[in-house]
């Protein structure tokens, strides 16, 4: 049936929306599917038994083959930042690709300079932070942040934290720290792990506040048994999106970085998933502990859906590129920096960083009213609108139930919702809607949440 959001039973019912998805008459999801088994690398997953094809968006919504509309409360993994076809980022778009579709660094454009000294006027006053080196995705971002840093240090030793994700080339693969993510390849050298601040699942079995903050303090011994003691750098998701939202107590990444510094490291914060206002109150997500990076690496929603990326630091940190030629074909590409301050633009123009933090903040209290009602949310956790719910057989062991999760996210996509998983074990439901979500939208999700888990309504 066409979910059009008009009443249909008593389900809870999408808020109306007046764009009308364009017919289609391309292959269905089955020839589809068929197609990719042959053509595509079987590593390429999808999510769902029934498998989703998407082909038209607005803002917080998508429709599928069938012209049956969602909510996306995944927003390509937090990659559409200001909402599906936003029309200032296409207007932008067209206009640069009417322009000129490609040109190189090797050439002058007025648009990627534009977009670095935007993207500088967003950091953190006086924090130096304003060379950016372009790329196209989040991994070669961290890839850039952390040789960089290396090679500005003439040290080799890299500190990251277990359950953080970073990126699935080689090099970043090797500084996440995620089981179910890293392939079985040669142990890299020179990396070490350090304990997330992990509340729920306290790595020393401690409670918040009264811990006096270990997992942050810890970072010490691991420096001190675990590598030469000379760091490079310390790379970490200020919130790990990934390993299943969590959410340092504060001032954690202020004792770390303050020990990270202590040993000559460069502290990198990794705000692929977490970055441009997504948690609310700050642009960064980082801003929420106080504390000023020596380098920042963005991609994801940074320019609403296209490819692109930066790692922004210090020029002194920078120089380092010069010592050899590097060169990376289409980084700073004039169509998706376009996108990319259009974005940049719109989020200050819509507030859309209030909007998240009003709106995620009335999403949670709606999850957080369900938890009291369903013996299988262990924690709800976030800030603004990147929102974990970890899913649990039993509040007192903790038992991951993944299972369970898989189960929600199939349910909510029958009822018009896309909600996404994460956490080692898939156990928690991940909310990383476009910014621009609403009130409504906000109940919607809760609603439904409700019909589809076992205990509520499911
Ligand atoms: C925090 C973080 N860093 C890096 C990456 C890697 O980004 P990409 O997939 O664009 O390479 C991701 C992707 O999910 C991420 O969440």
Known sequence: MVNTGEP???RPMLPPCDHAPARYTGPGPEEILALRRDYLGPGAFTYYRRPLCILEGRLQYVWDHAGRRYLDAVGGIASISVGHCHPK?????CEQLNRLVHTTTLY????VVALARVLAAHMPHGSGLQAA???NSGSEANDLATMMARLHTGRSQVLALQNGYHGGTQTTMAF??????RFPLPTPQDVAFCPPGYCYRCPFGLSHPGCDLKCARSVENTIRYETCGEVACFIAEAVQGVGGVVVPPPGYFQIVYDIVRRHGGLCIADEVQAGLG????????FENWGVVPDMVTVAKGIANGAPLSACVTRQEVAASMTRRLHFNTFAGNPVSAAQALAVLRTIEEERLRDNAERVGAYLKTGLLALQERCELIGEVRGMGLLIGIELVKNRVTKEPAGEVAAEVCERARDRGLLVG?????????RLTPPLCLTRDDAEFVVDC?????PGLGG
């Open 108 to 111: 002058l454009h007025p648009t």
């Open 421 to 429: 998983k994460s956490g080692l074990s898939g156990n928690v439901l």
């Open 278 to 285: 997504r948690t609310g109150r700050h642009f960064w997500a």
């Open 449 to 453: 949440l409700a019909e589809c888990l």
């Open 176 to 181: 996440t720290a995620l089981g179910t993510w």
């Open 8 to 10: 249909s039973d008593s």
């Open 89 to 93: 980022v296409t207007a932008a778009a």
């Open 133 to 135: 080196t372009f790329a």
